[in-house]
């Protein structure tokens, strides 16, 4: 596969640089060479013209389902999901049948993105054996193997204790704890936010308390270890400023946050449609606000996708009964640009910050940065392309909370180590010179 790629007259964002310019970017042998002003070669060649040219965007929260759950979704349809949506990295949570809690699931979950990836695909491990919270998996032996951080995600780790150690393993081993925040015995029956709308829905509620409870806890246990916590898919106020005051406290604290968070509020369950059912759920709009200004001010740290496909039989059923999960790796940046740079909260260089240079930092990942030498992974990304979310994805899913919504802005080309993973646009604007 050809590695070696000419990019021109783009506009390139590197917020890892603090780049903002009309520039060319060269790639050879799946590096970045040099980014520079009129470059010539005499390789394959994209001309770039109104396009912005950005690290390649990260997703640290995906589910990819496989092994055990290849009906829902596969690491081939997952990554093909991602490079469509402008990713070229994506963290596979650990949540399959059987669970990542061993090597051999790790080894193979890297061999299968290897042989049917359309982009890399980083494994987080188990944080504890079977995901049952009871006995810490063999984390030293899932660094080895390659996971880059841990996570019991779509469960809490409700012992204390077994947290305290994970933190102090990791700390080690050098990678994070990604906390699914949740006090199980406070959401226990909820189906959505709890407040005015579950009242009138006659819905269960999941209170914001059940996250902010344990975020609490793991803050003061990532102060009590000098270790680094990361909280996957934070929803409410109370967890944001949470998460702001340890930082500034200097406990070793990162978050993210995901597009349904950004974009869609507890009112909208009004419709019942299964698709607006996830865990955390749909807040209220304090709580969206608060999410809001934690991007505009620095506390979050990521956006991720929480990117968790379902069989449409799944869903197709009434909505306290439906499974919680939905899609988001094709929709997260036109979602994500709709609602934070059209709405002037910040600009584009932070949200590239948020979708590729900060995951890659705060997960210590390749790439996520055009400096020579990175990988050449790249997302070439048209911000005022129309975007009608349809019903088909590339996903084996459809359970997107977007479907039918007008949006503007996405991605048109995934460049993944100098090959051209997607291209909206082929054959157009490509020549060879």
């Known amino acids: 596969m050809n590695m070696n790629l000419l990019i021109t007259n783009a506009r390139v ?5 603090e780049l903002d310019a009309k520039l060319d970017l060269l790639i050879e042998d ?14 394959e060649t994209i001309d770039a013209g109104g396009l ?5 965007l990260i997703d640290l929260h995906t589910h990819l389902r496989e092994p055990g759950q290849e009906h829902k979704e596969t690491i081939a349809t997952g990554t093909r999901a991602a490079v469509a949506g402008g990713y070229t990295a994506v963290c596979a949570m650990a949540n399959t049948l059987p669970p990542n809690d061993e090597r051999a699931v790790t080894e193979m979950i890297i061999a299968e993105s290897r042989r049917n990836g359309a982009c890399r695909v980083y494994p987080i491990g188990a944080v504890s054996k079977g995901l049952n919270g009871e006995a810490l998996a063999e984390l030293a032996d899932l660094r080895a193997a390659g996971c880059v951080g841990v996570s019991d995600d779509g469960k809490p780790v409700w012992n204390a204790q077994l947290m305290r150690r994970a933190l102090e393993y990791c700390t080690m081993l050098g990678i994070p704890v990604i906390a699914h925040e949740e006090d199980a015995n406070l959401s226990d029956g909820g189906v959505m936010h709890e407040g005015y709308f579950s009242t009138l829905l006659g819905l269960g509620g999941i209170p914001a308390a059940s996250e902010e409870t344990l975020v609490a806890r793991d803050v003061i246990l990532a102060r009590m270890t000098g270790a680094h916590v990361h909280i996957a898919h934070l929803s409410t106020a109370g967890a944001v400023d949470s998460v702001r005051q340890a930082r500034a406290a200097g406990v070793h604290v990162t978050c993210e946050v995901t597009p349904h968070h950004i974009a869609l509020g507890d009112e ?9 059912k996830m865990n955390p759920p749909l807040r209220s709009a304090a709580h969206r606000q608060a999410l809001i200004a934690g991007i505009a001010d620095g506390t979050v740290d990521a956006i991720a996708t929480d990117h968790a496909p379902h069989h449409f039989d799944e869903k197709n059923v009434e909505f306290d009964i439906a499974p919680f999960g939905v ?3 094709e929709t997260a940046f036109p979602v994500c640009y709709d609602r934070l740079v059209r709405a002037g909260v910040i600009g584009i260089d932070r949200l590239i910050d948020l979708m590729s240079c900060g995951p890659a930092r705060i997960f210590n990942l390749p790439g996520g940065t055009l400096r020579p030498g990175a990988p050449g992974d790249v997302t070439l990304l048209d911000p ?3 975007f009608k979310v349809a019903a088909t994805f590339q996903s084996k899913a459809s359970n997107s909370p977007f479907v039918g919504q007008a ?3 996405r991605a048109m080309t995934t460049i993944v180590g100098g090959a051209i993973r997607y291209d909206i646009r082929a054959p157009k604007r490509k020549t060879k010179k």
């Open 13 to 17: 964002i590197d917020p890892s640089q």
């Open 30 to 43: 799946g590096l970045i060479a040099r980014i520079d002003k009129r470059i010539k070669a005499s390789i």
């Open 52 to 56: 912005i040219l950005a690290p390649g």
């Open 268 to 276: 909208s369950v009004q419709s019942f449609s299964t698709n607006l």
């Open 327 to 329: 899609i988001g790796l």
């Open 384 to 386: 005022d392309a129309p």
């Open 407 to 409: 949006l503007r802005g």
